[in-house]
Every structure is written in C-alpha cells, then in structure tokens.
C-alpha cells in the first residue's frame, strides 16, 4: 500500500493556465486516494485551484442530476403482479379509449361534412386537449418525483447525520439550498447558511445549522396552518348540527391542510401525489401515532378533561382538532426535507393547550353552552 | 497515583470554593481553565476566544450565541489583584496589525470577560442574574510539567529522569549531562559549584530537547527551561541524581542538598501554582499541539503522550452535584483539543482527533470514570489557512494556502513569511498506533510548516471582521453552553 506515499509539496498559488489542468479520472483519484499518500517534492508548476467546496459542487450536481430528479426510480408502484381481473381492466380501458377515440374521429368528420370551419375549430379543441392531457400528465409526474425526491433527500440526511459524514451533509444542505432557492422567504436563511460554506464545520453540525437556519422558519409557518386547520375544525365540529357534515368537513379540512404543507415544504404535489401522500401520512399515523399519545398527550388528555367535561360539544371539537393536528404533524414529517434531528418534533402539548383556550373562548363567544353543566 | 495534595491543602481548596460559591449566587463566575504545553496555543486560544464574544464573531454553532441571546461582552476587572492582567489587546494587536504569534508566555496572567445575556428559560430569566463572568488564566506551558512532580519524592524522580535520558530519542542529547552524572559521588561533601554546573548542564540537555527538531516534552522541572525572576536560586539549582536504591541521604552529603533544593522547588514554585490556580477549575480546555511532535517522528509523539498523561492525573474531574458543589471545585466538563487544525486539510481532522483520542486515553477514562463530560475535538482559534485542491501527478492533492512563516521549509523549498503558497504536509496515517510505536528514526512523511496569522477581511464600510477560526464555537458550546442556557 505504501508504494505511493505522497512528500509534502509546496505549490505556487497563482493559477498558471497550464496544459496541467485538466482534470484526471476521478477513478484514478479515487484509487490513489484509498492508498496511503506520504512525501512528494514538487515543482511549483501545478495549478492551484482555490475553491473550498470543490466537492460540495461535485455532490450537488450529482444530486441534482440523475438520481433525485429522475422520475423513473421514484414512484414504484406497488407490486401486484397480474391478475386476471386487471388483464380485463386493462383490455376494457383499452377498448374504451378506442371508443372515445372512434367518437372524435367520426365527430371531427361530421363537423367538416358539414362546415368546413367547424371541422378545423374541433380539430383545434381536440389539439388543445391533447396538449392539455400531456402537460397534465408531465406534471403529475413531476410533481410524485419531487415527493420521492423528498423523501430521499430525507433518508440520505438521516444517514448523513448519524454518519457524520461531511461530504454527504454537504450534498444534503445543497440539496435543501436549492429546494428552497426560488422561494423569497428563505433568502435570509439561504444567507446565513451560505457564510458558512468556508468554514470547517463537522457533518451533524451542518445539518444542525441548517434545520435551524433554513428549516425552522418554514416549521413556524407550517405549525401556525396546521394550528389554524384546526381551530376551524373544532370550531365547525362545536357548531354543527349533523355529523356527517363534521366527518365531510374533517376530511376535506385535512385534505387541505396536507396539500398546503406540502406545497410549503416542496411544492404543489399534484392530483396523484395527493393521493399517495394521503395514504402515506395516514400509514405514518398508525405507526407514529401510538407514540405520541404515549409521550404526552395523556396527562393532556386528563388535564383538560375538565375543558371537555364543561361541554359535548366542545369537547368534541377539541378531539376532532386534535386529530387534525396529529394529521399535520404526521404531514409535516412526511414533507420535511430533513427529519427532525437537532430540533425538536412539535408535540401535540404545544397545540392542545391552544386549542383548548381558543375552543373555550370562542365557545363563550358564539354564546353557546355555558359551564352550567358541570 | 500518588497523592498530590495534603489534608491542609484540601481544606484551603474547600473554603476557597465555599467562598466563591457564596458569591456565585449574585455574580456567577466560571474558571475556565486554558491548559496546555508550551506552544501549543494558549495564549491564542484566550485572545481568540475574547475577540470573537466581544466583537460578535462567527459562531453559529455557540447556541446562546446564534440565538441572539448573548446581549454583550465585556472585558472586567479581574477578582486576584496579585495576578498581572492578561494583556489581550497587545496579543490582539500582534495577531491582527503586525500578523504575527503572540510571543510565549513567560509568567502567569488572567482576564476576566463577563458576558450578559438572557437566559431560554422564564424561570431563570426572571430570577437569574443574566450575566456570566468567565476567568481565563495564562500561564507558561513550561509551568504545567513541574504538577507531576508534586506526587513524587526525589529519589523516585531521579530514577525516572536518568531512565528517560537513555531512550532512544534522547540518547546524543543527554550524552554530556550523564556523563557528568556517572562522576558524582551522591553521597560527597556538598558543594555548590559542583551543584550550579551539574543543573545548567542538566538544563542544556531539557532545552536541546526541546528544539524543534526533536520536540519532545517531558521535560520537567519546567522552571529550568523558563527560570523568571528565580534564576540563580538555589530552589532552581538542583539535579537528579544516580542514587542507589533505598538509600538515604546522608547529612550535609550531596544528595540531601539536592533532595532538599528539590523539595523547595515544589514547595515555593509548585505548590502554589497548584493550589491558586490549578484546584478550583470549573470547565477546562486541554489545548495539545500535536503536529508539532508529529513532525519530528513517533518518539516526540510517544513523548508527548507521557507527558500529557503525567500533567492530567494532576487534574481533578468530576461531576457537580448542587450539594457537593458547595465544598468541593471538580471539573466536569473537559475539551480536549487538537490545535492549529488548519495548519492540515481538514479530510485529515478525523484522524488528527483520533490520534489525540489515543494521547490523552487515560486521561478520558479517568475523567469518564469521575463523571465528568469529556470531548475531543480538533481546533483553530484562529484559522491562518484556507483550503483547495491541486492537480499533482494525475490525482488531486488537498493543499492548504496561507502564508508559511520566514524560515520554514518544505523540501527544498524556503518560505520568505510573505508570498502566498499551497503546502500539502503529507497525509496522516490511518494507524494511529504508527503515529505513536512506529520507527523512531527515518525520514517522517509529514512537514507541517507554520503559518503566519491571517489578514482580516474587511468589508467596504472598513470594519474588519472577526478572527476566523476553526470549531472554536463548538467548543464554546461545550465548555460554557449550559451556563448560558
């Protein structure tokens, strides 16, 4: 191993535009690299390349490039193999795109059987709508990579914390820089962070800098929609006078509030991610969910027990926006960039007494049952 | 482990500390304990550390700081008259205006830097008094190698003295020194002129070992190498001695001169640098200068390991109970340190601090042991460097870039101290056991050269900004976070 150790070498500093500058191999690099280097005189002809993150920008654009933004590796659909229900499935669509195809095909030439200019203006729609299908399409599918994107970028930041692996967390922060890098509200953090790209600073403390810079303002904001989410649902569970219209307003509550910290951590994530982000924030619930009941919400639970006693229906609208908030964090772990490694996950103590003391007042306010019934 | 303090000394150890835990209750008061050999960075560390809390330097891992709850920093009136004042704004001019190291220490000082600030919690905000005065001791390296000497008696560090001479990396240094050993007759009529020439031949011998070349450092008594105003006393004039086993000194002989001189050398110069300075530390920081016994080869290495070993069993970590804390001052958070990390690319800092991790094992143990918090961390209070990377025969060289100081050398080549150059010091080995066992002699595959202080940028109002530096916050985070939390 020893046969290529490397001398202390001193350089000129000055870049000289040399035929030297080219780049070698990074698998030549990387080979030299595994080897021990010791002393090397040299004379001071090579080129000097002062750039501290040199391979930051190496990683970032590797991240960049194929793996994150590839849609083709992210959405796996679930394997369920075929079955014969689903050949059928697949033969009807078929036989009725063909349907719908036949209808436009016979309606475009009745059109010009009958005026010209009729024909050429169906002909447009049909043009239109096409079009209108495919951008659709590309940005559903856009839109399902950039969560996958996500999620990964959330996998790699973990590993990369508990590594401490500097290059690695330099990648990830990129990453996350550039997430964030057309949105005006986390200039300052972008900022911040960006003093700190020369200086030495370990993996773990990278990603701490980060969270808290970059990540935490958008925390704020996230906590405050899910807050608001739900106060309007307690507030409409105490006030209306059916429970299907709670349960329909619950889900449709929830469903926006989802969308809304998506959008807010990394972009609008369309009609399919929607979807599949539903699902996974639901999955992330039952296993999550246990938990935070186990952790504080209890002795929450016991202490207000008396605001809910005070009345049904308000503490019927406290439950239900507490489900709301348990769905929003739950969102919020699914949408974060990074998990939550050096801040604090927001537990559910920190809403409920808000939302209690809002319920309580605004129970008071639209005059409804008052604390007689105790 | 010898013990190296008496009952009475506890005693006066416990009242010191109840008296300023009485006080700490309207103007909590931190001794951080700045340690370390000779050159390896201490002074700078201090002043490093001022400049940035007082100027509002770049520290966003020091979590108070980065929170904004820090509202200022002062320089204050320091509690021990007797102790001269550490002199911050000159080290601070010959860093800044003149790029240049602060000369070393030659005598105790210390500082006292108060930091106001508002604590997270409304409890404390409410109660606590919001501001933190942390006293900063300096002192000359040298001092620190004179604490081991305390546990032992003078015939145990004779025996110890002439066995370290033989090692191989000492072997032509102490040459002249034992042959004028073998040719005393410890148990002769004492004589003073035999005795002053026997301690400055012996004194040679420490400095020679000291040279850059060799670097090694255990070289106590440390006052030899840095006499001050004792010069010339008899407390300074002694040596060891070839004595035979379990013999006594006789009356009026050689050796009772010598075993009486040292005996008084750890009595007026020891003791009291222990006792005012060393048992009443609340947070330390072990500053260790590794590179330095790097480039002279594993012996300065193994050395330096000695050395480090010897002076921390001085030390007395523990963990602070509210109630114990009253009597007893006890060290409960320990930073060891790896200085000047930017004199190497930081790819290596990992095996810098896990060569350091292996310097000062004992001394983690021990102190683990004791409850204490212990970290090692690489670090630059000021980062004379930048970095980069060089294409040198087909691969990439991660090279540092800064202005090395006039005399250094790589190879053939001589720095001026005033051009701009790219030094790669050769790679830390992986094996941190080949740093410490490996082959004494043989050309060492590292040259770490030294670099002159860095120029402040300054931005285009002309306000220089703060000293760069390299995980000097996390440090500060660790040894003083939770008193400002």
């Not at chain 1, 793996?67 to 369920?80: E, F, V």
């Not at chain 1, 929003?328 to 699914?334: E, F, K, Q, T, Y």
Request: charged share 25%.
């Amino acid at each position: 191993m020893s046969e290529s150790p490397r001398k202390p070498a001193v350089f000129n500093v000055k870049p000289e535009q040399d035929a030297d500058s080219d780049p070698r191999s990074s698998a030549k690099a990387k080979a030299k690299e595994a080897s021990p280097r010791s002393p090397v005189a040299v004379s001071p002809k090579a080129v000097v390349e002062i750039a501290p993150e040199e391979d930051a920008q190496r990683l970032v654009s590797e991240a960049f490039s194929v793996d994150t933004m590839d849609p083709s590796n992210s959405a796996k659909p679930r394997s369920n193999g075929f079955s014969l229900l689903k050949i059928a499935g697949v033969a009807f669509a078929g036989l009725v795109s063909l349907a719908i195809g036949l209808a436009i095909d016979s309606l475009i030439r009745d059109l010009f059987a009958r005026w010209e200019w009729l024909g050429w203006a169906a002909l447009g729609l049909t043009g239109v709508f096409l079009l209108g299908v495919l951008f659709w399409i590309i940005n559903e599918i856009r839109a399902i990579s950039r969560i996958s994107a996500i999620t990964k970028l959330r996998d790699r930041a973990r590993d990369a914390y508990e590594q401490n692996n500097l290059k690695e967390t330099i990648a990830v922060s990129k990453s996350v820089v550039g997430l964030y890098a057309n949105r005006a509200d986390t200039a300052r953090g972008r900022s911040e962070l960006a003093k700190h790209d020369t200086e030495i600073i370990d993996g773990s403390d990278r990603i701490k800098l980060l969270e808290r810079e970059l990540l935490s303002p958008i925390d704020a904001q996230a906590q405050t929609l899910i807050l608001s989410a739900a106060k309007r649902v307690s507030v409409v569970t105490a006030v209306s006078p059916r429970a299907l219209i709670d349960v329909g307003y619950v889900l449709a509550e929830n469903a926006r509030l989802i969308r809304a910290l998506a959008e807010l951590y990394g972009g609008k994530p369309g009609y399919f991610g929607m979807i599949r982000l539903f699902r996974n924030v639901v999955g992330h619930l039952a296993v999550t969910g246990s938990i935070a009941i186990g952790e504080n919400l209890m002795q929450q639970v016991v202490g207000h027990g008396l605001a809910a006693r005070l009345s049904a229906r308000l503490g019927e609208g406290v439950v239900n926006g507490l489900l709301t908030v348990r769905i929003g964090i739950s969102a919020m772990d699914l949408c974060r960039p990074v998990p939550f490694l050096t801040l604090e996950r927001p537990g559910m103590g920190r809403f409920l007494s808000e939302l209690v003391s809002f319920s309580q007042s605004s129970d008071e306010n639209d005059g409804g049952s008052k604390p007689e019934n105790n | 482990m010898t013990k190296i303090t008496t009952l009475a000394d506890d005693a006066g150890i416990a009242f010191e500390t109840l008296l300023s835990s009485v006080s700490d209750l309207w103007s909590p008061s931190l001794r951080l304990g700045v340690t370390g050999l000779s050159r390896a960075g201490k002074t700078v560390f201090i002043t490093a550390l001022v400049h940035n809390l007082v100027h509002g330097g770049r520290l966003p891992l020091f979590g108070a700081y980065a929170n904004q709850r820090l509202t200022g920093a002062k320089l204050e009136p320091q509690p021990d008259d007797g102790v001269p004042r550490f002199d911050y704004e000159s080290h601070l001019h010959d860093l800044v205006e003149e790029r240049i190291w602060p000369q070393s220490t030659r005598s105790i000082s210390e500082l006292r830097l108060t930091i106001d600030y508002e604590s997270a919690s409304a409890w404390s905000r409410r109660f606590g008094p919001g501001r933190l005065s942390i006293d900063l001791v300096d002192y000359p390296g040298e001092w620190l190698l004179d604490l081991p000497l305390l546990g032992k008696s003078y015939a145990e560090w004779s025996a110890e003295a002439l066995d370290l001479a033989v090692q191989p990396a000492r072997l032509s240094l102490s040459d002249a020194w034992r042959g004028q050993v073998e040719k005393i007759d410890a148990t002769a009529e004492q004589d003073e002129s035999v005795a002053r020439d026997l301690a400055s031949t012996f004194t040679d011998y420490l400095r020679a070992c000291r040279a850059d070349n060799t670097a090694l450092s255990t070289l106590p008594p440390g006052r030899f190498l840095l006499p001050g105003d004792l010069e010339g006393s008899p407390a300074l004039t002694f040596a060891p001695l070839k004595i035979e086993n379990g013999q006594s000194a006789a009356k009026d002989s050689f050796h009772a001169m010598m075993e009486r001189r040292f005996e008084s050398y750890k009595s007026i110069v020891v003791k009291p640098f222990f006792r005012d300075h060393f048992a009443r530390i609340d947070r330390q920081i072990v500053l260790v200068d590794a590179l330095q016994a790097l480039n002279a080869g594993p012996g300065a290495v193994a050395d330096l390991k000695t050395a480090l070993a010897d002076i921390l069993k001085c030390f007395r970590p523990g963990g602070a109970s509210w109630l114990t804390s009253w009597f007893s001052s006890r060290t409960d958070k320990i930073l060891f340190a790896a200085t000047k990390a930017d004199h190497l690319h930081h790819s290596d800092h990992d095996r810098l601090e896990s060569l350091l991790r292996e310097l000062v094992r004992e001394a983690v143990e021990h102190a683990q042991f004791n409850d204490a918090s212990v970290d090692v961390a690489a670090l630059a209070a000021v980062r004379a460097t930048r970095e980069g990377t060089v294409q040198h025969d087909g691969s990439e060289l991660p090279v540092i870039l800064g202005v090395p100081m006039k005399g250094e050398r790589i190879a053939e080549t001589k720095f001026d101290g005033k051009t701009e150059s790219a030094v790669f010091p050769g790679d830390l080995p992986k094996n941190t056991g080949s740093m410490i066992e490996g082959p004494t002699n043989g050309s060492s595959n590292l040259n770490f050269v030294r670099f002159r202080p860095p120029a402040l940028e300054e931005t285009d109002d002309g306000v220089s900004l703060s000293l760069p530096h390299i995980r000097l916050d996390r440090a500060l985070e660790f040894l003083i976070g939770d008193r400002l939390a």
